[in-house]
Antibody, heavy 120, light 107 residues
Framework: EVQLVESGGGLVQPGGSLRLSCAASGFTFTSYAMSWVRQAPGKGLEWVST????????YYADSLRGRFTISRDNSKNTLYLQMHSLRAEDTAVYYC?????????????WGQGTLVTVSS | DIQMTQSPSTLSASVGDRVTITCRASQSISNWLAWYQQKPGKAPKLLIY???SLESGVPSRFSGSGSGTEFTLTITGLQPDDFATYYCQQYNDYSWTFGQGTKVEIK
């Protein structure tokens, strides 16, 4: 059974940094791209970033490029999202998601999410 | 970036109704479209992928159609468990975008 367990969320002040983690199990982690998707309170889903299976390439939403960095440790089956210069509008539940194989075009598995709150 | 526009934003319906949700892409995405169901406090659940393929375990009352720029999700015979928010999502050239969501409410 695929399991994705996010951690690292919490309260952070504007301008601060935070690193989220996603521990993956139940599938061959090294064979899949991985993504982060977020959802602000009461709002819709927003794709944040995707990293290829090897970690060699990463893609970001235009609005986030430069502040967020996605990475992975294939030896630990863990995905990360490093977030800098956080703003109030980054407040959201952050989901780790496993895309489909190949083109990674849709998401079959999701974690439970971790809440990030940016506030003074 | 490709924009996805869902309509309606909210839909009131009764158990047993046939419900249709539309998603339009700002440019052609072939059939790179998925549909998800989300309930409050829960992660999204994949319903349909590649515009019309039903995800394993999803009831057959859910169906998807379309290609290019216009897509629909149809629920034939709405059940109490189907009252939720539905999102479309596109993939194109290493960019992924969700629609703004359609909330299906009890009439």
């Amino acid at each position: 059974e695929v399991q994705l367990v996010e951690s690292g969320g919490g309260l952070v002040q504007p301008g601060g940094s935070l690193r989220l983690s996603c521990a993956a199990s139940g599938f061959t982690f090294t064979s899949y791209a991985m993504s982060w998707v977020r959802q602000a309170p009461g709002k819709g889903l927003e794709w944040v970033s995707t990293i290829t299976s090897s970690g060699g390439s990463a893609y970001y939403a235009d609005s986030l490029r430069g502040r967020f960095t996605i990475s992975r440790d294939n030896s630990k089956n863990t995905l990360y999202l490093q977030m800098h210069s956080l703003r109030a509008e980054d407040t959201a539940v952050y989901y780790c998601a496993k895309p489909s194989p190949g083109a990674a075009s849709y998401y079959k598995a999701w974690g439970q999410g971790t809440l990030v709150t940016v506030s003074s | 970036d490709i924009q996805m526009t869902q309509s309606p934003s909210t839909l009131s319906a009764s158990v047993g109704d046939r419900v249709t949700i539309t998603c339009r892409a700002s440019q052609s995405i072939s059939n790179w479209l998925a549909w998800y169901q989300q309930k409050p406090g829960k992660a999204p659940k994949l319903l349909i992928y590649m515009a019309s393929s039903l995800e394993s375990g999803v009831p057959s009352r859910f169906s998807g159609s379309g290609s290019g720029t216009e897509f629909t999700l149809t629920i034939t015979g709405l059940q109490p468990d189907d009252f939720a928010t539905y999102y479309c999502q596109q993939y194109n050239d290493y960019s992924w975008t969700f629609g703004q969501g359609t909330k299906v409410e009890i009439k």
